[in-house]
């Protein structure tokens, strides 16, 4: 249900009127925290690839890209599906676990010296 209706309906999640679970984020404190952790990956030099898994919602993948992300990360094929159907494609998807196992030419799986 997109926020618009649940605001025409008149229900408010603070009275109760939504059954949960119900996330409330503080818009101040997530742009912050986006800004703060980008902020920290550009200073050490390396990409940041979120977990889709941790909101599996298409407005914090969104500003999160928007803030710099190099792509976002799912655990399974599922949550890669359901991630890429709610958001507009992100740039970049990368399962959050490789799944095979080490073999000599194998570079997923290879040791990095």
């Given at each position: 249900?997109?926020?618009s209706a649940v605001a025409q309906a008149g229900w408010n999640v603070l009275a109760g009127d939504l059954p949960p679970p119900v996330a409330l984020i503080k818009r101040e404190a997530l742009e912050h925290?986006?800004?703060w952790m980008q902020g920290r990956v550009r200073d050490w030099g390396i990409e940041l690839a979120?977990?889709?898994k941790t909101t599996m919602a298409p407005r914090p993948f969104r500003?999160?890209?928007d803030a710099g992300a190099w792509g976002i990360t799912f655990a399974t094929?599922?949550?890669l599906a359901v991630g890429?159907?709610?958001a507009a494609?992100?740039?970049r998807r990368q399962p959050g676990a490789r799944r095979c196992r080490p073999r000599p030419r194998c570079s997923a799986c290879s040791p990095r010296m």
């Open positions: 249900m997109h926020t925290n986006l800004a979120p977990h889709g500003r999160q890209l094929v599922t949550q890429w159907r709610q494609p992100p740039p």
